[in-house]
């Protein structure tokens, strides 16, 4: 029974770092709440730290190939209307609604209050430009209507499988989930994203719940350098390494959810500064596939590593520290990226290394 009490509690804690992923990544997003775009001319890089030799080969990737909608721009302002499945698309970004459903219950430990329930939306968005980075919130620019006017904001509920909200690179999907709660019954929702006119053509999107349109997927298409395991990047004060990556299927009672596997990323940071150098694997590190999902670090996965990455003191100048970071995806998923945030506050320093 103790065990089990321990499990739970590892799980709730789990829910709360996600809830504060989401949360920090959503006050990150506050600058740029209108989707402002800067380009990788702008801003300072990470810069690949290389002996001299390497090959000079392109290394940005493709997705899976699926076609996306034609363009819909429009020449006046406004809000567009459109139904699931219908991918809505400026020059800059794309934006598409798969499936809506109600549940009583999400994840392990979050019920909804009695007479209400939750909205479960399956969303994507796509940065479609070549150079420009750009911020989605979608815990800021968006929202539920339902046929009486009300609305309903997003709720946190820590899960996994949320929308990943912030920086979007050159080409670069995210996917995921959007929960709402509603009293139940609620009839004639409406989903409202809130956008900026110069980015895509419209003040804003209206995604019919009800209605259901033609179904396409949008498709990850990276227009940035993709590193590889092995590669190491300067960025301001901090140099970074993935050195390997192997995968578990569980030890004991650490095991991971039926089709999945945890993935144990080592991984070498260094200060190369003059100040103490904080370091948070939550907040900075992510896995995501070529589809644009993301999975975060998993704090049950970190009991399978007798090497994993302290984030217990900040590294002094001239430090250095290595590490595992265990995540929990889908067995087997390919491509699968290390994605690794240098820093959440600013743009333009969002780097990928291919795992596989």
């Known amino acids: 029974m103790r065990r089990d009490d321990d499990t739970a509690a590892a799980w709730r804690s ?14 990150a997003g506050l600058a740029s709440v209108g989707l402002a ?4 001319d702008d801003v300072a890089r990470p810069e690949e730290v290389t002996d001299g030799t390497g090959d000079g080969t ?6 899976d190939g699926t076609p996306e909608s034609a363009d819909r721009t429009g020449s006046t302002p406004g809000t567009v209307d459109a139904a699931l499945g219908e991918v809505i ?28 329930e939750f909205v479960v939306v399956e969303m994507a968005a796509k940065n479609r430009t070549s150079e420009e980075f750009m911020n989605f919130s979608s815990f800021l620019q968006v929202s539920l209507h339902d046929d009486e006017d009300y609305e309903y904001d997003q709720t946190i509920t820590g899960s996994g499988g949320s929308l990943d909200s912030g920086e979007l690179a050159p080409g670069e999907v995210t996917r995921g989930t959007l929960v709402f709660e509603v009293p139940e ?3 004639g929702l409406a989903l409202h994203v809130d956008l900026d006119q110069s980015i895509i053509g419209y003040d804003g999107v209206e995604i019919d719940l009800a209605s259901r349109g033609s179904g396409r997927t949008l498709t990850q298409d990276l227009q940035v350098e993709v590193y590889e395991t092995g590669d190491t990047l300067d960025y301001q004060d901090t140099r970074f390494t993935v050195n390997s ?29 003059d100040d103490e150098l904080t ?14 999902r993301t999975y975060d670090i998993s704090i049950v996965g970190a009991s399978v590593s007798d090497r994993d990455f302290s984030q217990g003191d900040p590294i002094p100048p001239g430090g250095r520290r290595r590490g595992e970071v265990v995540f929990e995806a889908p067995e087997g998923i390919d491509p699968l990226y290390l994605v ?4 959440v506050f600013a743009e333009g320093d969002k780097s990928f290394f291919q795992l596989r």
Request: aromatic share 6%; proline share 1%.
């Open 14 to 27: 789990l829910s709360n770092d996600r809830s504060r992923r989401e949360y920090v990544l959503a006050l």
């Open 37 to 40: 775009g800067c380009s990788s």
């Open 58 to 63: 392109d290394r940005s990737t493709a997705g």
């Open 89 to 116: 698309e400026g020059d800059q970004l794309a934006l598409v609604a798969y499936s809506v459903e109600r549940r009583r219950q999400v994840g392990q430990f979050t019920r909804a209050d009695e007479g209400n």
């Open 185 to 187: 019954g609620t009839s």
């Open 245 to 273: 990556v192997r995968t578990s299927s569980g030890e004991g009672f650490a095991q991971p959810d039926e089709g999945n596997e945890f993935v144990l990323v080592d991984v070498t940071v260094e200060n190369t500064g």
């Open 279 to 292: 370091v948070s694997t939550l907040l900075q590190m992510e896995l995501k596939d070529g589809r644009g």
């Open 340 to 343: 690794m945030d240098f820093d």
